[in-house]
């Protein structure tokens, strides 16, 4: 009987190594980009995102704020930021089942988005987590926040699965007219 239950997790665990889901279990997973910040410690990413096997673009992340900012007053958009961290299975339950539904995939196409990393020893993080702490007087990991590109918050929203509500938070930045 055990065999069986051993068997049937591994063949399960096993379809995640070719890119199956594993639904919650995805969590538990290092962020896709994992690899990239191994050989790049700041600077531009792409991460792919997918919708039930229905691919959808990938988005355009940056690990700056100042190329956010930069990149925001070119382009005369908002900023979403994302201060997650590594090994934040929240923040990857958030990228991996409330980003790419579609609705939300597209609200986010209207952001500049930047990933700022908070959770590791090193000075680029403990920046960003002090920027954080500073700029929200909050470190809850992940943690959303919508700004213009002088640093001024609209919207800003922690931890929530409910993907309406997230949408709701998006739209108040999608609506906010900068002057």
């Keep these: 009987m055990w065999a069986v239950v051993f068997m049937s997790a591994t063949i399960y665990l096993f379809s995640g190594l070719y890119g199956k889901s594993l639904g919650e279990l995805d969590a538990f997973l290092p962020p896709d980009d994992y690899g990239q910040e191994l050989t790049s410690s700041s600077g531009s990413m792409g991460g792919?995102?997918?919708?039930?096997?229905?691919?959808?673009?990938e988005?355009?992340?940056?690990?700056?704020?100042?190329e956010g900012i930069e990149i925001a007053k070119r382009e005369n958009k908002k900023i979403f930021l994302d201060f997650t961290g590594w090994n934040c299975t929240n923040c990857?339950?958030?990228?991996?089942?409330?980003?790419?539904?579609?609705?939300?995939?597209?609200?986010?196409?209207?952001?500049?988005?930047?990933?700022?990393?908070?959770?590791?020893?090193?000075?680029?993080?403990?920046?960003?987590?002090?920027?954080?702490?500073?700029?929200?007087?909050?470190?809850?990991?992940?943690?959303y926040a919508i700004i213009t590109p002088d640093e001024e918050v609209?919207?800003?929203e922690a931890f929530n699965r409910n993907a309406n509500e997230f949408l709701d938070f998006l739209n108040k930045g999608i609506d906010h007219t900068l002057n």
Excluded: C
Aim: proline share 3%.
């Design 92 to 143: 990857r339950l958030m990228e991996k089942k409330v980003f790419p539904i579609k609705d939300i995939h597209n609200a986010l196409n209207e952001f500049v988005l930047v990933r700022l990393y908070t959770d590791r020893q090193n000075e680029e993080e403990q920046a960003n987590k002090q920027y954080q702490m500073d700029k929200f007087n909050m470190v809850s990991l992940p943690y």
């Design 154 to 156: 609209i919207a800003t």
């Design 48 to 57: 792919s995102t997918s919708n039930g096997g229905m691919d959808l673009a």
């Design 59 to 66: 988005h355009h992340w940056v690990r700056s704020l100042d």
